[in-house]
């Protein structure tokens, strides 16, 4: 008896680890998030002149925290990445601390999620902003959260919080110009998006996955009249509030999933 | 073994309970942070520490000063590293560990550990690059053990810098006062009858704002020193937690201070305007100024402005903050600068 214990102990030995052997030539993966600054039916540029409906803008900073990035199985359960905080951006330099250091100038756009379990998925959700819980406590810096890259409050030597999103240029009509700086922030103003990508998706290691999304900085202000509002910031809350949601709603969609 | 020899390398900072005062409230819980030996002890040892400012002549201490209930003694300072004067009164720093609702006069931060990055950045204040700081901190030996130590990290990072600071800072119980003793009917404790009538009266009077135990309900309040918010200049900064809040009812507010240890920190106000309690107490009986958003806990005088106090009941009361203040809390060697 006790032989045939052993017996069928060592033959489940073998057959697990012969499954696992099986097992090991796809394993977990990488996921790259590609966010495509758009502005309207045009690329995104900085210094450049861009129409937009009837206005020119001329950009010099696009600056944006994606957080809490989840994906979703097409089972419908979720993988939470955890440490997600990237900041997006294409940007000249940037001044921080009142000039003590500047954050270099930086174009970024892609998002490489390591480790992302081996699936088939449907959706991804991610916020844009800091959640409240960080936004309070600037000790807490996980992933890419930092008071030094100049996305911490403009105002922050009182108000200690992030920038969610900045976008910064001037804008041209007819003979007016002005000079904006439309941010958004506070913890009302934190949104998340739930996109369902165009086709399920495999995440492995057999090939590199990625997930290619517009951010339309014509979509954002729209309904913004940024010569009319030059600045949004906490002090126009409806108009930032605008802003954020254009964000959330609008201004993000995905295009290719493979 | 292995787990042995692995605690071994890297000692678990000790966790540490406040001693909170029989007659004070739980204090609110601090997941993010929790209070450790190593953690609090490298808090003061920063706190002291003039390498935290950006030319290495000024510490927190320098406006916190133990002797003062971490006051600074003066109006609107111009010691820091521009030599600038400040736009805020240094506030006292006591009882912290119960701060749970905004940091600063306006409460633009919500906790001490956001907090400490205002003063340590700011031009006028410390002037510190941060980034500089880590290097500067990362160059002493006995820096690195102690935070690693502290926070089981091989890197010194500026967000362990900032709990340190907040994590010695909600040591600062102060509630060995005379008061405190009456309040918990120690041995041999009591207070005078002028003084048990200068406390019924701020019962009456004040405690709509100095609440509870704390004697500050950490909430913000126009209390009438001022009438018209419409200068915005500065970024709001005489428009009190409107700048904040962007609520118009919040015009002209700021914070409660405790009344706790308050004959130790004059001068008085936001901006230090009232040089002794009794400016304080003559405001509140007839100076208060009426305005949209002034508080109605500040109309006592038949729904106008004011809280009438006769000399005597300023007698009264100044009597009773007077056995308010804690003098062990300034003498604690716990609390005292280290280096």
Redesign the interface.
Do not use: C, M, P, W
């Given at each position: 008896m006790k032989k045939i214990i052993y017996m069928a102990a060592f033959a489940a030995v073998l057959a697990s680890s012969c499954k696992k052997e099986t097992v090991i030539s796809e394993h977990d993966g990488e996921l790259t998030l590609s966010f495509d600054a758009k502005a309207g039916t045009g690329d995104f540029a900085l210094n450049q002149d861009i129409t937009i409906g009837t206005r020119t803008y001329n950009f010099k900073s696009l600056r944006y925290w994606v957080s809490n990035v989840v994906l979703v199985k097409s089972d419908g359960t979720e993988y939470a990445v955890p440490e997600s905080y990237y900041l997006l951006e294409e940007t000249g330099p940037v001044v921080v601390q009142e000039g003590d250091y500047t954050y270099p100038a930086k174009k970024r756009e892609d998002v490489v999620l390591k480790n992302i379990p081996m699936a088939e998925y449907k959706a991804v959700k991610f916020s844009i902003g800091v959640d409240a819980t960080h936004n309070d406590n600037l000790s807490l810096q996980a992933g890419e959260l930092s008071q030094l890259s100049g996305m911490t409050n403009v105002s922050w030597m009182w108000h200690t919080s992030y920038i969610f999103t900045s976008l910064q240029g001037t804008v041209k009509e007819g003979a007016t110009s002005k000079t904006f700086l439309a941010e958004t922030g506070v913890n009302t103003n934190y949104k998340t998006l739930s996109l369902n990508l165009p086709s399920a998706m495999r995440v492995s290691s057999a090939k590199s996955a990625k997930i290619t999304l517009d951010v339309d900085v014509a979509k954002a202000i729209d309904g913004i009249d940024l010569i009319a509002t030059p600045t949004i910031g906490a002090s126009q809350a409806s108009v930032m509030a605008t802003l954020a949601d254009n964000y959330a709603t609008k201004a993000i969609t995905v295009t290719i999933a493979k | 073994m292995q787990a042995c020899s692995k605690t071994e390398m890297s000692p678990v900072p000790q966790p540490v309970e406040l001693e909170v005062p029989a007659n004070f409230p739980v204090p609110p819980s601090m997941p993010?942070?929790p209070l450790t030996r190593e953690g609090i002890e490298l808090g003061r040892r920063l706190f002291y520490d003039k390498r935290l400012s950006?030319n290495n002549t000024i510490s927190c201490a320098s406006c916190h000063s133990q002797s003062l209930s971490f006051s600074d003694g003066v109006a609107l300072s111009q010691i820091g590293v521009s030599g600038s004067i400040l736009h805020r009164h240094a506030p006292a720093l006591l009882n912290m560990a119960w701060a749970n609702n905004g940091l600063?006069w306006?409460g633009?931060?919500?906790?001490l550990?956001?907090?400490a990055?205002?003063p340590l950045?700011?031009?006028d204040e410390m002037?510190q690059?941060?980034?500089e700081l880590v290097n500067e901190l990362k160059a002493v030996p006995d820096y690195v053990n102690r935070f690693r130590e502290a926070f089981n990290d091989p890197e010194i990072?500026?967000?362990?810098i900032?709990?340190a600071l907040?994590q010695f800072q909600r040591t600062l119980i102060a509630g060995q006062s005379r008061y405190d003793k009456f309040r918990r009917q120690e041995p041999g404790a009591t207070l005078t009858v002028q003084e048990r009538e200068g406390l019924q009266l701020v019962q009456s009077k004040c405690m709509g704002c100095h609440q509870g135990e704390l004697f500050t309900d950490n909430r913000y309040h126009n209390n009438g020193i001022d009438q018209d918010f419409s200068d915005a200049s500065l970024?709001?900064l005489f428009q009190g937690r409107f700048?904040?809040s962007?609520d118009p009812a919040d015009l002209g507010s700021f914070k409660t201070p405790t009344l706790r240890n308050v004959m130790l920190t004059a001068p008085y106000m936001h901006d230090g305007r009232f040089a002794t309690i009794n400016a304080v107490l003559d405001h509140y009986s007839s100076g208060v100024l009426s305005s949209p958003s002034l508080d109605p806990l500040m109309k006592q005088n038949g729904g106008m402005p004011g809280i009438p106090l006769s000399n005597s009941e300023k007698q009264s009361i100044i009597a009773f903050l007077k056995a308010l203040t804690d003098e062990s809390f300034i003498s604690n060697p716990r609390f005292s600068n280290p280096h």
């Open positions: - | 993010d942070n950006g600063f306006d633009g931060s919500t906790n550990e956001s907090q990055f205002a950045a700011n031009r002037n690059e941060l980034y990072k500026t967000g362990s900032v709990k907040a970024e709001g700048r904040i962007y």
